[in-house]
């Protein structure tokens, strides 16, 4: 399998544009999260899916945060407009009811100049 | 607040020695711990994962051990590497319903040879 894979690897964008972070999981994975790492917060839960819905968006920072899951096999995650502040590295994983082993992706790092 | 620490923040060693990284929980009620590596520009491997039944887990040179009673979880590294510089971090899932994990801030690791 090639694992949870996430576009793009790296982003830099300026203040007010919108950033779509994508991605896919591992095949057949019913769960579906968002991280975001920074230096100051470490590693942070924004939102997670279950069988395409979404269960838990209480870590998703406010209204310019949103995601989506139209199917099994992609995600996206859409900052609009984004802010320097957002600049992250923002890790998609998956995992497997019953399995507790969660699977990361290489994460998407992003720039907001 | 559940809470996740884990200390020391750096940690430099030389080739050879035998280290511990600890990671302490606020909440006792976990349903499991597991503890990730990350290595730079990378994602996030699962090392090992103790259910909150269960006392330690070990892979190789690895052995992690969990105290709920206590709120803390060891790390123990045998003989180490230059090959085991990383960024290792902890993670405590609470609840069996739901596969959110909460991080703690990570230890970053240097084997020096």
């Known amino acids: 399998d090639a694992g949870v894979i996430q576009s793009p690897r790296h982003e830099v964008t300026e203040m007010g544009q919108e950033v779509t972070l994508r991605c896919k999981p591992i095949s057949g994975h019913d769960y579906l999260f968002w991280y975001r790492q920074t230096m100051m917060r470490g590693l942070e839960l924004l939102i997670y899916f279950n069988n395409n819905v979404p269960i838990d968006d209480s870590g998703m920072p406010e209204d310019r945060f949103s995601a989506k899951m139209p199917n099994a096999s992609f995600s996206t995650l859409k900052i609009q407009p984004s802010e320097p502040r957002d600049s992250a590295v923002y890790f998609c994983?998956?995992?497997?009811?019953?399995?507790?082993?969660?699977?990361f992706g290489e994460g998407s790092w992003l720039t907001v100049v | 607040k559940q809470e996740v620490t884990q200390i020391p923040a750096a940690l430099s060693v030389p080739e050879g020695e035998n280290l511990v990284l600890n990671c302490s929980f606020t909440?006792?009620?976990?349903?499991?711990l597991q503890w990730f590596r990350q290595d730079p520009g990378k994602g996030l491997t699962s090392l090992l994962l103790i259910q909150s039944s269960q006392r330690e887990q070990t892979s190789g040179r690895l052995n992690a051990s969990l105290d709920k009673s206590s709120g803390r979880s060891t790390l123990y590294i045998a003989a180490s590497q230059p090959g085991d510089s990383a960024t290792y971090l902890c993670?405590?899932?609470?609840?069996?319903?739901?596969?959110?994990?909460?991080f703690g801030t990570g230890t970053l690791l240097a084997v020096q040879p």
């Open positions: 909440d006792s009620a976990i349903y499991n």
């Open positions: 994983a998956s995992s497997l009811s019953g399995d507790n082993t969660i699977y």
């Open positions: 993670a405590v899932r609470y609840g069996g319903a739901t596969n959110k994990l909460i």
